[in-house]
Nanobody, 127 residues
Framework: QVQLVESGGGLGQPGGSLRLSCTAP????????MGWYRQAPGKQREVVAT???????HLADAVKGRFTISRDNAKNTVILQMNSLKPEDTSVYYC?????????????????????WGQGTQVTVSS
C-alpha cells in the first residue's frame, strides 16, 4: 500500500493564498499522473488540477489563472499553489497519484498501475 501525505490546508482569506503539498513515500519508484481534487459538503469530488510526468498540466476552469500545480519527481511531491482565493474554494482537498511501481515493507517490488489518495486536507476561505 502507498500512503500519500498532505499538508498545508487551513484558513485563508478571500484574495489570499494557500499552498498545499503532497508527498508519496520513497518506496514509490514510479508515478505517472499526480493531481488535486476537492469535495465540498453535499457535492461530488471534482478535479482541480493534474500534472503528468512531462509537466503537462490541466486546471479546472474554476481555478485557471489563480491556481498552479507543480511537481518534484525526485521527491515524489506535488504542490498546489492557490492564489486569489474565493469562498467557493472552500472544500476538502485530496491529493491523487497514479503509481506504477513501488516496494512494499518487505522490499518486494510491485509493478501495477494503481490510484492512491491522500487523507484530505480542509481548506476554508473566509474573512
Amino acid at each position: 500500500q502507498v500512503q500519500l501525505v498532505e499538508s498545508g490546508g487551513g484558513l485563508g482569506q478571500p484574495g489570499g493564498s494557500l499552498r498545499l503539498s503532497c508527498t508519496a513515500p520513497g518506496s514509490v519508484l514510479s508515478i505517472v499522473d499526480m493531481g488535486w481534487y476537492r469535495q465540498a459538503p453535499g457535492k461530488q469530488r471534482e478535479v482541480v488540477a493534474t500534472i503528468s510526468t512531462d509537466n503537462t498540466t490541466h486546471l479546472a476552469d474554476a481555478v485557471k489563472g489563480r491556481f498552479t500545480i507543480s511537481r518534484d519527481n525526485a521527491k515524489n511531491t506535488v504542490i498546489l499553489q492557490m492564489n486569489s482565493l474565493k469562498p467557493e474554494d472552500t472544500s476538502v482537498y485530496y491529493c491523487n497519484a497514479e503509481v506504477t511501481a513501488y516496494r512494499d515493507v518487505d522490499g518486494v517490488l510491485h509493478c501495477k498501475r494503481s490510484q492512491y489518495w491522500g487523507q484530505g486536507t480542509q481548506v476554508t476561505v473566509s474573512s
